[in-house]
């Protein structure tokens, strides 16, 4: 094993995130339904899978535990789940946000970005202190509100203070930094204020994780692995080399194949 690699697998034993070695061994735990839909992961690796209004919550070894489906508000355009109890469903066309439990059942009231100020919201994620980030399409501007739907904080114009052209297809927050993900300009970091912090140059990437201080992503249908703090990158080995999206839960990996998502343990 090379030093790089026993470095890796030491860092990632302590945060206790999986360790992947060159030459990682996989076993295929379940196969999940994903009829041309997404998928998202929790960090008690469960499997979160949406098409159209209807959302399913699948455990690691593949069974169905509960179901959400609404036709009120459209197609779902992403799905939260960073805590667990609290899953945040937002509807771009609608656009609302709604919060389920942890049995899918809906949990308080549905919030109109429109009634906050913001009709143009094209994207929202969980934010600390039971707060949301918005995107405000409208002017292209970042936006925190709290608990009581107050705004707490606006980035101003993005295109204008950073010179560029945004057109954002996903936004989250980990660990107190807000990640904005551009497939043509990469994905720029901000802090907890909203304030711009730094781009990772990924461009043309669809989908991607943080976990600890690794930035696992998929180009070109490889799995990539950026440590942030060593500024370093691997590219993982792969169960199926096709896959078109991968994320990371422990001892998981998850892989979305033509039309299933695959859960593997990796030995």
Not at 214 to 234: G, N, W
Request: hydrophobic letters at 40%.
């Amino acid at each position: 094993m090379r030093l790089k690699y026993l470095i890796l697998f030491v860092v990632l034993l302590f945060v206790g995130f999986t360790a992947f070695r060159p030459a990682a061994k996989y076993s295929l735990l379940a196969k999940i339904p994903l009829d041309g839909g997404s998928f998202t992961t929790d960090n008690l690796q469960n499997v979160y899978v949406y098409e159209a209004d209807i959302l399913k919550k699948y455990s690691s070894a593949g069974t169905l535990l509960f179901s959400h489906g609404d036709k009120s508000y459209g197609k779902i355009t992403s799905v939260d789940v960073y805590d667990p109890m609290k899953v945040m469903v937002f509807y771009k066309d609608f656009p609302a946000i709604i919060y389920l439990d942890n049995t899918l059942s809906q949990n308080g009231n549905v919030l109109n970005t429109g009634d906050m100020g913001y009709p143009l919201t094209t994207l929202a994620c969980m934010s600390h202190d039971n707060g949301l980030w918005l995107y405000d399409a409208q002017i292209s501007q970042l936006v925190r509100v709290d608990v009581s739907l107050t705004t707490l904080q606006k980035t101003g114009n993005l295109n204008q203070l950073l010179g560029i052209s945004l057109s954002p297809i996903s936004l989250m927050e980990y660990n107190n930094y807000v990640y904005v993900n551009d497939t043509t300009q990469g994905i720029l970091v901000f802090d907890a204020f909203g304030t711009y912090y730094k781009t990772m140059p990924f461009t043309n990437v669809k989908h991607y994780q943080v976990r600890g201080d690794d930035v696992f992503y998929m180009q070109k249908h490889k799995l990539h692995a950026f440590h942030m703090k060593t500024i370093t990158e691997d590219v993982i080995a792969q169960p199926d080399s096709l896959a078109t999206q991968a994320r990371v839960e422990k001892n998981l990996l998850y892989e979305k194949y033509m039309d299933t998502v695959r859960v593997y343990e990796i030995k």
